[in-house]
Nanobody, 124 residues
Framework: QVQLVESGGGLVQAGGSLRLSCAGS????????MAWFRQAPGKEREFVAA????????YYTDSVKGRFTISRDNAKNTVYLQLSSLKPEDTAVYYC?????????????????WGQGTQVTVSS
């Protein structure tokens, strides 16, 4: 069983930055790939970024490339998402997720474990 807890969301002006954290439980956390998704009001949940279990491979949706950075610290069982140059369209609830294995997937249907989400609001 894996438990995930996100933190770090908040209200920020356009152009600003935030760092989201996702703390995971479980002794094999370092063996799992991790991902961030987001869901804006009235929209479906969408893939944002993912990172391999060793942290040596990262993946991003096109709309955040060059602005967001995913990273992990396996010693702390934590995954981060650095959000920079934020835009109002980045406003959403951000979720971290894992499938409990090393595979990387872009579909939320492939992920079994989810955090409760953290709200990011970007004002114009």
């Amino acid at each position: 069983q894996v438990q995930l807890v996100e933190s770090g969301g908040g209200l920020v002006q356009a152009g600003g930055s935030l760092r989201l954290s996702c703390a995971g439980s479980g002794r094999t956390f370092s063996s799992y790939s991790m991902a961030w998704f987001r869901q804006a009001p009235g929209k479906e949940r969408e893939f944002v970024a993912a990172i391999s279990w060793r942290g040596d491979s990262t993946y991003y949706t096109d709309s955040v490339k060059g602005r967001f950075t995913i990273s992990r610290d396996n010693a702390k069982n934590t995954v981060y998402l650095q959000l920079s140059s934020l835009k109002p369209e980045d406003t959403a609830v951000y979720y971290c997720a894992t499938n409990g294995e090393s595979g990387i997937y872009y579909s939320d249907e492939k992920y079994d474990y989810w955090g409760q989400g953290t709200q990011v609001t970007v004002s114009s």
